[in-house]
């Protein structure tokens, strides 16, 4: 115990003969808890970002079947697999960042939107056998969710968040090329196909698109190589 005493007392003496390293050292110490509080807030930010748009999109997502190290993507065959497994509640996602036609860089992200289909007609019957029980306010959110998504499984091929659209000046070009009557639309590099879109609150940083899109400009901008069809990760459900 004396040892101790004495070693802390030798520590507390060569900090007051030196007052900038004392200095230094609470500022390190400062700045190394508000990094680790930041990093933490960051994650847990981009945690309900991903569980949100997941939600909006096809399905409550419990658990997450990714790439072992050294690999980024699943064979789609495991997807198919699991499906015949009986574990219907599995989505594939591909994920990955693609040039608009001006060179600048976004996310894009390819889900199944037959899928999204299937639990908008179940959510549709539902919500008319229990009207009665939801306030304005979630009816009104949940229409305006579903008739954005019920637009990307039909007329529209991508769903852009409201914020990403403005950020990227989107909206500003649709006004300037495009009449009323007309639906936006954007160009990627490497494609001469005009894509249409609408926008929606809330849905994360991606350009979310039926995973057969994001399938085509992956590959048309060498994202991607070979013959076969990889995901980046499948989304499951709550397993039974």
């Known amino acids: ?5 004495l070693i802390l007392q030798t520590q507390l003496q060569f900090y007051r003969r030196h007052p900038l390293i004392s200095a230094l050292f609470l500022l390190g110490l400062c700045l190394g808890t508000a990094l680790i509080s930041a990093i933490t807030h960051l994650n847990t930010e981009a945690g309900q970002r991903y569980k949100k748009a997941s939600n909006q999109t096809v399905s409550p997502v419990h658990y997450l079947v990714k790439p ?15 499906r015949q497994q009986g574990i ?9 960042r693609v ?42 959110s949940r229409m305006n969710s579903n008739s954005a998504f019920s637009q990307l499984s039909g007329q529209a091929q991508f769903l852009i968040a409201t914020r990403l659209a403005s950020r990227l000046k989107l909206n500003t070009q649709a006004e300037s090329t495009n009449t009323k009557n007309t639906q936006p639309s954007i160009r990627f590099k490497n494609s001469t196909q005009n894509y249409s879109y609408v926008t929606q609150d809330d849905i994360g940083p991606w350009l979310i698109t039926d995973i057969s899109v994001a399938h085509t400009l992956l590959y048309q901008q ?14 499951l459900g709550e397993l039974t």
Request: no cysteine; glycine share 8%.
């Open 68 to 82: 072992i190290a050294g690999q980024t993507y699943l064979p789609s065959t495991l997807w198919f697999e699991l």
């Open 88 to 96: 219907r509640q599995s989505q594939p996602v591909l994920t990955g």
């Open 1 to 5: 115990m004396r040892e101790l005493i």
């Open 99 to 140: 040039q608009l036609e001006d060179g600048r860089s976004v996310l894009i992200r390819g889900i199944n939107s037959l899928a999204f289909l299937e639990k908008n007609d179940a959510q549709g019957m539902a919500h008319q056998s229990t009207s009665f029980m939801s306030s304005s306010y979630n009816s009104s």
């Open 222 to 235: 060498d994202r991607l190589s070979g013959n076969t069809a990889p995901i980046s990760l499948i989304e």
